[in-house]
Structures are given as structure tokens and as C-alpha cells.
């Protein structure tokens, strides 16, 4: 048990046997409790009622792509033949699986060697072995991500990526689109890209969007984008009871 637990439990046990000789005490505990629970319904009124707004203006913007596939101008990015950016999006965090270090085990062995009676000099050392941790999921940046109608590009202060949206081998898309993951035949490596609706539509639904729009097939990135903001519209319908 660690001294904080320690510290807690000694605190809490004092403070039970200070109410069983002050009764009155309990009025304040309840006091206490009550505008905890406020202040936490209020903060959850609050995120709640965000994520309504954002929802609401996420739902307007795909409205805006079901008549019409934007065309961004004036983007300093070098587009290929053909190419257009249609969307620019802050705020959005690089993802890879990585592993956290290495982890070492071993043990001391080996033999003693009798020097003279009643004295010996071990021989025995160290052996062990590293290995690395198993992966896990971690934020390696937070930048912009660039969705045209051939890639998908993420830029950072540290790290940068491309994905050639012919060259597509898998793409995974959580719930509303607030992470994507895809991987792509000229990298070994799957990458994600993750945001809330906070800083405009969710990256999910733009590389969705774009992969349609990468076949050449407009009509069909559009009905896309009408049919996702009926059923966020849906959504914060509902959260807005």
C-alpha cells in the first residue's frame, strides 16, 4: 500500500470517528456532498450542451458538401494533376501503435570457485535478457490534416504523413468519425488520425469522403455526406431533450 493510501485511509478514519462524536457533523458531509454533485452535473450540462453545438455545426457543414464538393483556394500545399483540397482541419492528433521502452529480466547464476578451506569466490554473473513492451496506441502529434480528393496529409510541428488514397489497403472509422485509422500499401506502418467536433466535421468522415471522392465518384461523396448529417442530426436531436 502506498503512503497516499495510507494517508487516506488514517484521514478517512479520523473523520468517521469525529462524526460518531459530532453528529451535527453529518449536516456539513451532506452539504458537502450535494454541491459536489452540482458543480459535476453542472460541468456535464456544460460538455453536454458543446458537444450539441458541435454536433449541430458538423451536421451543417455536411449539409453544405451534399450540394456541392467544395474547392479550397489559396492552399500552400503542392497538388498533383487533377488534385483539389476540399477540406483544412485543426486541432486533429497523429496516433501510432509504438512501444514504450524495453523491459529487462534475468537472474545471477553460476558456480563457486574453492580457493582454499572454508573459502570460495563466486563465479557466477548476470544473465538476462531485453525485450521490448508490447505496442500501444500513442498521440505522437497534434496538427492539421489536409483532405483532398487523391490523399489524405497530416501536418505537425514534429511529424508529417501521407496517405495516397489509391494505394489504400484497410480503414477503420470509429462512431461519429472521431478516429480513423488506415493503412496504406508504401507504409508499414498503420497510423490514426483523431478529433472532436469541436474544430469542424471529424476526420473519420472526411477521409470517408475523400476515398469516395478518389474513385471519381462526386455524386456518391455527396449522398454520403447528406445521408451522415441526417443521422448526427438525429443525435443531437435527441441529446437536446
Not at 493510501?5 to 460518531?20: D, R, V
Not at 500552400?76 to 523491459?103: D, I, M, N
Not at 531485453?130 to 511529424?159: C, M, W, Y
Not at 473519420?204 to 471522392?213: D, E, K, M, T
Request: charged share 20%; with cysteine.
Amino acid at each position: 500500500m502506498s503512503c497516499s493510501s495510507i494517508g487516506y485511509f488514517f484521514l478517512g478514519l479520523f473523520l468517521l470517528f469525529w462524526l460518531i462524536n459530532n453528529p451535527s457533523g453529518w449536516y456539513f458531509v451532506v452539504f458537502v456532498v450535494l454541491v459536489v454533485a452540482g458543480i459535476m452535473f453542472a460541468a456535464n450540462k456544460s460538455r453536454q450542451t458543446k458537444s450539441i453545438i458541435a454536433l449541430a455545426a458538423m451536421a451543417k457543414e455536411l449539409r453544405q458538401m451534399e450540394n456541392g464538393i467544395p474547392k479550397l483556394a489559396g492552399s500552400f500545399l503542392a497538388l498533383e494533376p487533377g488534385e483539389f483540397a476540399f477540406y483544412e482541419k485543426t486541432g486533429v492528433q497523429l496516433r501510432e501503435y509504438k512501444s514504450p521502452g524495453r523491459e529487462s529480466s534475468g537472474a545471477f547464476g553460476g558456480v563457486g570457485i574453492r580457493v582454499a578451506k572454508g573459502i570460495s569466490v563466486g563465479g557466477g554473473g548476470y544473465k538476462g535478457q531485453s525485450r521490448a513492451k508490447p505496442e500501444e496506441l500513442t498521440v505522437l502529434d497534434t496538427g492539421k490534416a489536409i483532405f483532398t480528393n487523391q490523399r489524405v496529409i497530416f501536418v505537425g510541428p514534429n511529424h508529417n504523413r501521407e496517405w495516397e488514397l489509391d494505394k489504400l489497403l484497410d480503414l477503420q472509422i470509429s462512431d461519429n468519425g472521431y478516429e480513423v485509422s488506415a493503412a496504406v500499401s508504401n507504409r508499414n506502418r498503420t497510423s490514426a488520425l483523431a478529433s472532436d467536433a469541436s474544430t469542424g466535421i471529424t476526420p473519420g468522415v472526411l477521409f470517408a469522403i475523400a476515398v469516395q471522392l478518389s474513385k471519381g465518384q462526386e455524386d456518391e461523396a455527396k449522398k454520403m455526406a447528406g445521408e451522415i448529417a441526417s443521422q448526427i442530426e438525429v443525435q443531437y436531436k435527441a441529446l437536446n431533450k
